[in-house]
C-alpha cells in the first residue's frame, strides 16, 4: 500500500519504518524541517533500539521516504496516519490542536477519496469531530477510522511486529478491512485483529492505559505500607503474583510513573469523565498516588540525612523515564533533581541516553557525567531512579572507594540489596527495608522454597533462590519491632 504518516515522533517513525518493513511504501511527513533533514541525512532523531538499522534498511530499499510537504506526500496515498502529538491542555483534557491542524490541511490538500487513521491517543468523540471538520472542507469523498497505538517506548519495534492485539474502530466494514489487509503479516492467533466502532477504539486506549497505571500506583502505595509495617514488598510481591488472577506483570513498584503516555492519559480521562459529569474517583487517586510516589525518592534522602542536604553530593544515576529510551518526558528524575537542588545539594547526574534532554532543562545546575561511576566521586549518597540494566549490578567495591558515604537510595528496587548491604552500603528501596533498619535480608528469611522460575527470576532477578531455603530460627529476626 501507498502509506502517508503524519507525525514523525516515536509513534509516527517506528510505524511508518515497520510498514515499510512489510513491504509498503510510506512516507513520513513532519513539521519540524530539522527533524526531517536530520532524518533524510541518516540520522535518527530518538534513541529507540533496533530504529536505525531498520529506517537505514528501508531507506535504502526505497519503499521509505520524509517530507515536509503534506500535501504532495499524501497524493495518492491509500491510507494516511495521523500520528502527532497530543498532550496535556491547559484543562487537562488532551491537547487537540495539532490533530485538527492535520484534519484540515489533509482535507484542503484531498484530490480523491481516502482514508485518514488516527493512531494518535484521542479523546472518545475525536473521530466523529473530525469527520465533521474535514467534510465542511472538503467534497472528496473520505473515511476517518481509529487505530490506537499500544507500543511501548524500548520495546517499540517488537511490540509493533508482535502486538498483543491490534484495535480498529471503524464505521464502515470495509475500511475495517483495509486495515486488516496492512495488519496480516503480523497477524496471528494469539495477536488478533479487534475491530469495534471507532467510539470503543477511542476509549480502549484509555482504559488500557488506565488500567496500567493504576497497577503501578496501587504497587507503589503497597509499598509504602510494607515500608511502614516492616514488610517486604518483593516477598509480597511473590505472594500474590504466583495466584493467576493477579500475576506479576506491571506491578513492580518504584518512584513512580512517567513518560509522554499515562500522566497525560490519566489526567484526560479524568477530564472526559467530568466532561459528562461521571464520578472517576479512582482514576484521580491513581493520578495522585502518583504524584506522591515522585515525592518519595526525595523524602527518603531527606529522612535519612535528618531534614538537612545542604552543601551535599548526590548522584543521581538515570534520568530517563525509563530505561531504553532517552525520553525524560514527565520523567520522575526531573522530580527528584529539583527537589536535591531545592534543597541545597550539589547534583551529578549520568544516564546513557538522556543527558542532551535534561540538559536543555537544567544547564549548569548539575554536573552531568559520562558514566555511572565518576558520577559517584565524593558523594554523599546515590539516588537510582531509572533501571538500566548497566546499573544493577554495579562494583560496589569501586563504588565504595569512590563514595564519601555509603547510603544508597534505589527508586526502581533493581540493585541486589542482600549484595549492597554485604558490601557495606546502606541501603533503601521502595518497600524493600524499613528506614532506620540496616538488617541484612538473607536467603535464610525466605520461608519457603520455589522451583527456579523463569517469570520470577526475571523480575526478582536479585533472589537466589533456586535452593531450598531452610528457615534458621536463631536468624529470624522479626522485622516488626513491636511483635
Ligand atoms: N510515545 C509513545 O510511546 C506512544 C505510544 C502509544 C501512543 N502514543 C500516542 O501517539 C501520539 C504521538 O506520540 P509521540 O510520542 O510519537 O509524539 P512525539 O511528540 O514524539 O511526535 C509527534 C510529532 O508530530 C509532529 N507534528 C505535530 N503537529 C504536526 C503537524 N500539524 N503536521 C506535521 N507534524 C506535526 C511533531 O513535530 C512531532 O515530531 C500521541 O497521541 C501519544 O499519546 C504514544
Ligand atoms: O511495573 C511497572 C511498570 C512500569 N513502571 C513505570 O511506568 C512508566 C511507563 O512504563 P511503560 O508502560 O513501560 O512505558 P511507555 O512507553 O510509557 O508505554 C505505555 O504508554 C504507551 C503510550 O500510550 C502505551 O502504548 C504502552 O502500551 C504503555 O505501556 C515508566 O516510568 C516505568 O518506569 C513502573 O513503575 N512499574
Not at 479523546?123 to 466523529?128: I, K, L, Q, Y
Not at 529539583?338 to 554536573?367: C, K, N, W, Y
Not at 558515604?405 to 533493581?414: A, E, P
Request: charged share 20%.
Amino acid at each position: 500500500m501507498k502509506i502517508a504518516i503524519v507525525g514523525t515522533g516515536y509513534v509516527g517513525l517506528v510505524t511508518g519504518t515497520c510498514l515499510s518493513d512489510l513491504g509498503n511504501h510510506v512516507v513520513c511527513i513532519d513539521k519540524d524541517r530539522a527533524k526531517i533533514s536530520m532524518l533524510e541525512a541518516g540520522r535518527i532523531p530518538i534513541y529507540e533500539p533496533g530504529l536505525a538499522g531498520l529506517v537505514a534498511k528501508n531507506v535504502r530499499e526505497g519503499r521509505l521516504a520524509f517530507s515536509v510537504d503534506l500535501p504532495r506526500s499524501i497524493d495518492g496515498a491509500d491510507l494516511i496516519f495521523i500520528a502527532v502529538g497530543t498532550p496535556q491542555g491547559k484543562s487537562g483534557g488532551a491537547d487537540l490542536s495539532g490533530v485538527w491542524a492535520v484534519g484540515r490541511q489533509v482535507a484542503e490538500s484531498l484530490r480523491a477519496p481516502a482514508t485518514i487513521v488516527i493512531k494518535s491517543t484521542v479523546p472518545v468523540g475525536t473521530n466523529a469531530e473530525l469527520t465533521r471538520q474535514m467534510s465542511a472542507i472538503t467534497p472528496v469523498p473520505f473515511d476517518v477510522a481509529s487505530n490506537p497505538e499500544f507500543l511501548k517506548e524500548g520495546a517499540a519495534i517488537d511490540d509493533f511486529f508482535k502486538p498483543d492485539r491490534v484495535v480498529v474502530g471503524a464505521r464502515r466494514p470495509e475500511v475495517a478491512e483495509r486495515l486488516l489487509e496492512l495488519y496480516r503479516p503480523i497477524l496471528t492467533h494469539e495477536r488478533p485483529f479487534l475491530a469495534m466502532a471507532p467510539e470503543s477504539a477511542e476509549m480502549t486506549k484509555y482504559v488500557a492505559n488506565c488500567l496500567l497505571a493504576s497497577k503501578i500506583s496501587f504497587i507503589n502505595e503497597m509499598a509504602n505500607l510494607c515500608t511502614g509495617y516492616g514488610a517486604h514488598i518483593d516477598d509480597v510481591r511473590r505472594g500474590i503474583g504466583y495466584d493467576c488472577r493477579i500475576g506479576f506483570q506491571f506491578l513492580a513498584p518504584g518512584a513512580g510513573y512517567g513518560g509522554s503516555c499515562f500522566p497525560k492519559d490519566v489526567r484526560a480521562l479524568i477530564h472526559m469523565a467530568k466532561m459528562v459529569g461521571i464520578p472517576c474517583q479512582m482514576i484521580e487517586a491513581v493520578d495522585s498516588v502518583n504524584e506522591y510516589q515522585k515525592e518519595v525518592l526525595p523524602r527518603m534522602i531527606l529522612n535519612h540525612f535528618g531534614g538537612s542536604i545542604r552543601g551535599m553530593r548526590i548522584a543521581v544515576w538515570g534520568l530517563a523515564f525509563k530505561p531504553e529510551t532517552d525520553d525524560i518526558r514527565e520523567s520522575p528524575a526531573l522530580v527528584l533533581i529539583e527537589e536535591l537542588l531545592q534543597a541545597g545539594a550539589f547534583v551529578r547526574v549520568t544516564d546513557p541516553q538522556a543527558m542532551g534532554h535534561v540538559r536543555e532543562i537544567f544547564g549548569s545546575r548539575l554536573v552531568y557525567c559520562e558514566s555511572p561511576y565518576s558520577a559517584l566521586e565524593s558523594a554523599d549518597a546515590l539516588a537510582i531512579v531509572t533501571d538500566w540494566d548497566m546499573y544493577r549490578a554495579p562494583n560496589f567495591q569501586l563504588m565504595r572507594d569512590l563514595m564519601r558515604r555509603r547510603i544508597i537510595f534505589d527508586g526502581r528496587n533493581c540493585l541486589n540489596e542482600a549484595a549492597a548491604l554485604q558490601a557495606g552500603f546502606q541501603y533503601q528501596g521502595i518497600g524493600r527495608l524499613t528506614p532506620g533498619s540496616s538488617r541484612p535480608r538473607t536467603r535464610a528469611n525466605i520461608l519457603e522454597h520455589v522451583p527456579p522460575d523463569p517469570l520470577t527470576e526475571s523480575f526478582d532477578s536479585a533472589w537466589d533462590i533456586s535452593e531450598p531455603a531452610v528457615l534458621a530460627p536463631a536468624e529470624w529476626v522479626p522485622l516488626h519491632k513491636e511483635s
